[in-house]
């Protein structure tokens, strides 16, 4: 029997799209590589976190067959609908948005590591709502480098306190640092910003309690990874130059 049309077409997209997809992804860990060794570190220290937000579940699916399977959603309900309809993938799941209180218990259960923990009172929530599951939940501390209002965040200066907090808690793991450039300024100031976090991881890790490590730092974006990198990042989130031409 002959083929649809409609499939026929719709299977000849899927092919297009793959292949666009692994040229976008060969074109990033490129980029990635270059920066790593410009910064003086191995391109495997870097890891590239594809942001699926702007994508459906099959999209997804396409990705990690082209071969990315560290994925980053911004929103608590797409991270578990895509974590449930995808979950026979070896896909580690990344929280990088906003995560209200009431969100906390179902976002562990389905993400490997949070990146966006910007309040005491969702550490508390996390650390609590891990309790109950009998699990350590990984974060990142979301710091507000670019002193942007719109920005989530911790300050700067609340950081030596919520180290402290974090280093009583049993049921979280802090694993870093995570921030996002101020959407106003160009390339250096996103540079400038990504340099504040650094200094101030290094800062905050002259006298960290034993556990608590701050050897993360995910910052960069699809228009500032390879600054970031240059910075020191060790994750970059990218999404639309991903996608680019899909
Ligand atoms: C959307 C998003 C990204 C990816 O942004 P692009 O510019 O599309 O690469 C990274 N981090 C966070 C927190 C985001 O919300």
Same mark, same amino acid.
């Given at each position: 029997m002959e083929p649809l049309p409609s499939l026929l077409k719709s299977s000849n997209g899927d092919f297009v799209m793959m292949e666009q997809l692994k040229e976008n992804l060969a074109g990033i860990h490129a980029r990635i590589a270059q920066a790593a060794i410009r910064s003086g =570190? =191995? /391109?495997?220290d870097v890891m590239l976190i594809g942001?699926?937000?702007?994508?459906d579940a099959e999209t997804t699916l396409a990705l990690v067959d082209a071969g990315c399977c560290e994925l980053g959603e911004s929103r608590p309900q797409m991270l578990w609908e895509k974590s449930k309809t995808l979950s026979s993938n070896p896909i580690h799941w990344h929280m990088i948005g906003h995560v209200q209180r009431n969100k906390v218990k179902r976002t562990i259960e389905c %993400? *490997? &590591?949070?990146h966006s923990v910007d309040s005491h009172r969702l550490i508390r929530a996390i650390d609590d709502a891990s309790r109950q599951l009998g699990t350590v939940t990984r974060i990142l501390l979301e710091v507000n480098? $670019?002193?942007? $209002?719109s920005k989530q965040g911790l300050t700067p200066t609340e950081m030596p306190q919520t180290i402290e907090l974090a280093s009583e808690l049993d049921h979280i793991a802090v694993c870093g640092l995570m921030a996002m450039a101020g959407l106003k300024g160009d390339l250096n100031q996103a540079r400038r910003e990504f340099a504040s976090l650094r200094d101030l991881r290094s800062e905050l890790a002259t *006298? %960290? /309690? =034993?556990?608590?490590? &701050?050897?993360e730092l995910s910052m960069g974006m699809s228009r500032d990874f390879e600054v970031a990198i240059e910075e020191g990042a060790t994750m970059v989130r990218v999404g639309s130059l991903l996608f680019e031409g899909v």
């Open positions: =570190r =191995r /391109p495997d942001v699926t937000k702007y994508v %993400c *490997d &590591l949070i480098v $670019s002193g942007e $209002s *006298d %960290c /309690p =034993r556990d608590v490590c &701050l050897k």
